[in-house]
């Protein structure tokens, strides 16, 4: 039975999108629809161009008998400057302030819509499709991990400071706090990471960098490669942090007891004129 074009169009957008960096052929969207190739290439030229004016990302069209469509997450400029400037805002509350120079973000990294949000903005340094798997630190880092990962469609692992029975055998590392000089231990399961993956590392908060530094360590004993390191917020240093090369979407400041959250890094390295 055909389907008419709008209803096409409608399901061709739900199923590319729930299957980012997925190179979906055009016979397949034609056997579902029952409809010619070239329609389904002229409803893909519909889609391609509205998710670029609409900045949804990008419709990579592969030509050839065995080509298709991919679709490839992306955030605007305008549209990413606009929600760091709301977080900046909304984390620059003064009640936000906590003993030790943190500032209490939990809240906001449980809403779904923010979540979304930060997995959009870090994925769009990363549509070369380059990443293996995405990992992070237990616990707050998880939520932020997971909305990368889907954005990906890869799968994401978590490192923990404590082994757990249910993880089987681990692969431990020691490394220094870089807040604390305190020693600290993290381990991930020997099943969670394939030899030769290339990790992009996330986490909530990062005021040092030991504990990114840490999971750098981690990557190299499964025989992996870092091939990015992205935080939703770092603190405000006046040194060196241990680790380079990061992109930060919020930057936190809270000299004298006072919360100043102002854009991290990320706009500028990656919306360079």
Known sequence: MKVRRSDRLIDMTRYLLERPHTLISLTYFARRFDSAKSSISEDLTILKRTFHERGTGILETVPGAAGGARFIPSISKQE??????????????????????????????????????????????????????????????????????????????????????????????????????????????????????????????????????????LVKEFDSTVVGISVFAEGALTGDRVVEGYTSLLTVGTEDEQVNVTAGNYLEKIFTD
């Open 80 to 217: 990413a400057e606009q929600f760091v400037k709301q977080m900046a805002s909304s984390l620059s509350e003064q009640s936000r302030f906590l003993p030790g120079g943190y500032v209490y973000m939990s809240d906001l990294l449980g809403r779904p819509d923010i979540l979304r949000q930060v997995g959009r903005i870090i994925v769009s340094e990363y549509q070369d499709g380059t990443v293996d798997a995405v990992m992070t630190v237990a616990t707050k880092g998880i939520p932020i991990a997971q909305s990368v990962a889907s954005y990906l469609n890869v799968p994401f692992v978590i490192v923990r400071h404590d082994s757990q029975i249910t993880e089987g055998s681990t692969v431990s590392v020691n490394y220094v706090s870089g807040s604390s000089n305190r020693i600290e231990k993290m381990a991930l399961s020997k099943r969670s990471l394939k030899p030769g993956s290339k990790v992009l590392v996330v986490d909530d908060y990062m005021k040092a960098g030991g504990t990114v530094r840490g999971m750098q360590s």
